[in-house]
């Protein structure tokens, strides 16, 4: 156990997150996002499983000690929802008041659309599988640097 370090941070998650390099990408998916198959196209080779999490509750632990690029314009994507690219759903609404929280300022989501976004989470550095069961539950982050 650690202190101020979430649970859900488990040591392969923990492990991933440090062994990340600037500009590398971690996909957080909802349960529907075929992560398994993703997963070993990506740099890691398999997917990290939060199964009893949802993506909020992992998003906040993953920002609680991830920094986000500050060299591109959307440091965080999300899916676009099929037909209505600009549709936030409920779930994106709250990732990105989670992000605007985190950050401390706003943040705006970037869009990919759903073929481009499991093309785009291929390349990533890992995939983490949550329990999440609401549609459109799937984000890209890109990891930034700690300023000396």
Known sequence: MLK????????????????????????VADANFPADAVARHTTLGRVLRLDGADVPQTLRAILS??????????????MQVVGQPDELPPIQ?????????????????????RMAFYEAAKKSYAVVATGERRFYGCFILKKGVIAP
């Open 4 to 27: 101020n370090i979430s649970p859900l941070l488990h040591p392969d998650l923990l492990a991933t997150l440090c062994a990340m390099g600037h500009g590398d990408d971690i996909v």
């Open 65 to 78: 000690v991830f920094p986000l690029d500050s060299f591109v314009d959307h440091p965080v994507s999300r």
């Open 93 to 113: 609404q709250e990732v990105q008041a989670l992000v605007d929280e985190t950050e401390g300022k706003h943040l705006a989501l970037g869009g990919i659309e």
